[in-house]
């Protein structure tokens, strides 16, 4: 039989648990590593910031649960896995919601160190550059530091940040390179915003744009968002004008160095792109002059006896500041 990946059951709220090993399982070079048997002989038991091997034996025998042709259920579970996380981890419950980044710190330090290669520790000295390259620092800080970590988890996900710290006093430089086997790195936050893009060539259809705007958005993303469209538009980098549009009409005029948030704008309401023709043909500049729309008459959605709103109502012809349904008759209408 061939070998079929399967799932992960989520005993309680676990799904942290099983995305970041699904995602390791996934990681081509450790599963190989895991399933061929390599790992058993790296397992140290003594290291005393390891678990005794208990986490490695524990991810081993998960992955191979997951890859055998011979486990016949669809999917497996990772009791093993969390309840040595809980027992490790100071204030966690077993079945409750957690974080997987800090799962997954967890994990990858705690599989390094059981699986570390030396056995005792030497003492070392952080690397200074004095002037020497990046690379030759570098590769020396790396030699350094694998005197201590020497765990094939090291050699797949290590890595090194370069510090650097410039006295105030004395203006000495100090560079630094540190190891690091995983890098938190923040999602940026999208805003979706919805705006219907009228062309000035009448025969063409007005298209719904989805545009992604940035966390927090202002007036000018907008511009920024539409201008990135430009080329599937068609249009020029000043050919277009924005609007917001309330309750179908316009209003206001979105100017493109306007930094006013979008943050309490309703972005389940639509906005406006216009095409517009800022050149003549014997290259004058056009003048805009902006026409708002004003109400006479206030917009009625229900009725002004009984306040029932989706109902046909028909406006007094008095003071055209009310309407009624069908069920009242109020003087003549």
């Known amino acids: ?62 992955l191979s649960r997951m890859w055998s042709s011979e486990f016949r259920r669809d999917s497996i579970s990772p009791k093993m896995l969390l309840k040595l996380f809980n027992s490790k981890m100071d204030g ?30 030497p003492v070392t000295s952080p690397i200074e550059q004095n002037g020497r390259p990046d690379y030759v620092v570098a590769d020396e800080a790396w030699r350094v530091h694998k005197l201590r970590n ?21 203006q000495n430089v100090s560079t630094t390179f540190d190891p690091f086997l995983h890098v938190a790195v923040p ?5 979706p915003l919805q705006a219907v893009y009228m062309s000035k060539d009448p025969t063409r259809k007005l ?63 639509r906005f406006a792109v216009s095409e517009v023709d800022l050149w003549m043909p014997g290259k004058e500049k056009m003048i805009l002059i902006g026409l708002y729309q004003r109400l006479a008459y206030p917009i009625l959605k229900r009725c002004s006896a009984c306040w029932k709103t989706g109902v046909t109502l028909k406006r007094c012809m008095g003071c055209y500041q009310v309407a ?9 209408l």
Not at 150 to 167: E, H, N, R
């Open 1 to 62: 039989r061939r070998a079929v990946p399967r799932g992960i059951r989520n005993p309680g709220n676990t799904c942290f648990l099983s995305c970041i090993v699904q995602c390791l399982a996934h990681c081509a070079e450790l599963r190989k590593y895991t399933l061929d048997g390599h790992f058993w002989s790296d397992i140290n038991e003594d290291n005393p910031l390891g678990h005794k091997g208990e986490l490695a034996r524990a991810f081993a025998l998960t």
């Open 187 to 191: 999602l940026p936050k999208v805003t």
């Open 92 to 121: 966690f419950s077993e079945y409750t919601q957690h974080d997987a980044q800090e799962y997954m710190s967890f994990l990858i330090d705690g599989l390094h160190e059981d699986l570390n290669r030396v056995k005792e520790k």
């Open 324 to 332: 009624y349904c069908s069920q009242f008759v109020i003087g003549q």
């Open 150 to 170: 020497d765990s094939f988890v090291a050699d797949l996900f290590g890595g090194q940040f370069k510090s650097t710290v410039t006295c105030k006093n004395c």
């Open 207 to 269: 298209l719904l744009l989805v545009l992604k705007l940035p966390g927090d958005p202002q007036y000018s993303d907008l511009h920024s968002a539409v201008l990135a469209r430009r080329h599937d538009l068609n249009i020029s980098k000043e050919g277009f004008i924005a609007y917001e549009v309330l309750n179908g009409l316009i209003n206001r005029v979105i100017l493109q160095e306007s930094d006013k948030s979008l943050e309490n704008v309703n972005l389940d309401d």
